[in-house]
């Protein structure tokens, strides 16, 4: 496989840091990481773009992969001011 345009941040906690799907995507140019002990001793992680992967769920890697890809690369809503409607005035 080639590399990506767009690499990913991959934080992995908890899980085979040699498992070959991870030596995959770090040659595929995604940047991943592995977490310390001080990750891993927690019940419980949260956040906005965390995913639960446990060993025997590591063929829902590509999945997580997809959506992570989907969330990087979705176009933001832009702000746009709401134009007024200029009344004109009639005077009797």
């Known amino acids: 496989m080639g590399t990506t345009p767009t690499p990913l941040r991959i934080l992995v906690v908890g899980l085979d840091w040699d498992d070959p799907a991870f030596a995959a995507l770090r040659d595929q140019g995604h940047w991943v990481a592995r977490a310390e002990e001080a990750l891993e ?36 809503p832009k702000v746009t001011k709401k134009k007024e409607k200029k009344r004109g005035t009639t005077e009797a």
Request: overall charge positive.
């Open 41 to 76: 001793g927690y019940d419980l992680i949260m956040g906005p773009r965390c995913w639960r992967l446990i060993p025997e769920h590591m063929e829902f890697l590509p999945l997580a992969l997809k959506e992570a890809r989907a969330y990087a690369r979705a176009a933001r």
